[in-house]
């Protein structure tokens, strides 16, 4: 399913545009996500503030209990895509996340890696950010070639955009293109509904407000591959997984993140 242009575009710069990889799931995509804002999870967030504009809504792990995102994540391309981009005889569910930005919501979502947040080790892992919106100045941005940095980016949290790991000096400072003085390669596409961006956990990226009079709505599908492993970070993981019993080293449990692909 993926052409040796696209690998290449992938290993190179940790992200790569899939034009219509989804068009045939738009529909079961936009439903998943309506599912997750009738019905918000313990993770649901509002990510605006009281000056802010609009509404930025996002909410993570609830393909177990709502069948819509269940179908998506385990029965949609995503997980053979993932196995192929990844060079994976694999590919293992890790979560789904929902983000939706309204019309004229002002809120960015903040420069950062996925990887800094996880308790992931192992370089198998992808996301997949896919709109059921046409999506303009909104859409995603990366960095390209961000996930060869020889540090991680500090991890932020969304609404105050303060250090998630109080303290921690092993990660490098949030990228700001455009203020910081790096000479960065920003991705960025105008997208269509069924497209979608696969992009390794420690690609950094951010997305511009939706300034739009139209939504923009997406859904996130994460994997991991062969070599992913339980790793301790310096606190609390998002998602954090309570209860998972896991150790340094330890490949991630089936029944909590079963393959859903394999060659």
Not at 76 to 94: D, G, H, K, N
Request: charged share 25%; net charge negative.
């Amino acid at each position: 399913m993926i052409t040796p242009q696209q690998l290449d575009d992938f290993q190179r710069d940790g992200a790569v545009l899939l034009k219509g990889a989804f068009t045939e799931w738009v529909e079961k995509i936009t439903a998943a996500i309506q599912a997750n804002l009738d019905s918000p999870g313990e993770y649901a967030a509002e990510n605006t503030k009281q000056d802010d504009t609009g509404r930025f809504f996002d909410d993570y792990c609830n393909w177990q209990r709502l069948p819509e995102i269940e179908d998506v994540i385990m029965n949609s391309p995503a997980p053979q895509l993932a196995a192929e981009l990844m060079q994976s005889e694999t590919a293992r569910v890790f979560h789904d996340h929902v983000l939706v930005k309204e019309p004229g919501t002002s809120k960015e979502t903040p420069w950062h890696q996925d990887a800094p947040y996880y308790f992931i080790e192992g370089q198998q892992n992808i996301s997949f950010w896919i709109p059921v919106d046409p999506v303009q100045d909104a859409t995603l941005r990366l960095i390209a070639g961000s996930h060869l940095w020889d540090k991680m980016v500090l991890p932020v949290r969304w609404l105050n955009e303060d250090d998630f790991y109080a303290g921690e000096d092993s990660f490098r400072p949030v990228p700001r293109p455009g203020e910081d003085g790096e000479d960065y390669t920003i991705l960025e596409w105008p997208m269509e509904p069924g497209d979608a961006v696969a992009f390794h956990y420690k690609t950094a990226h951010g997305a511009r407000a939706n300034l739009a009079t139209t939504r923009r709505r997406a859904l996130s599908l994460r994997y991991v591959g062969d070599d992913a492993q339980f790793i301790t970070r310096p606190g609390r993981t998002s998602p954090p997984f309570p209860g998972h019993g896991m150790t340094d080293g330890e490949a991630l449990r089936d029944d909590w993140f079963p393959i859903a692909y394999s060659k």
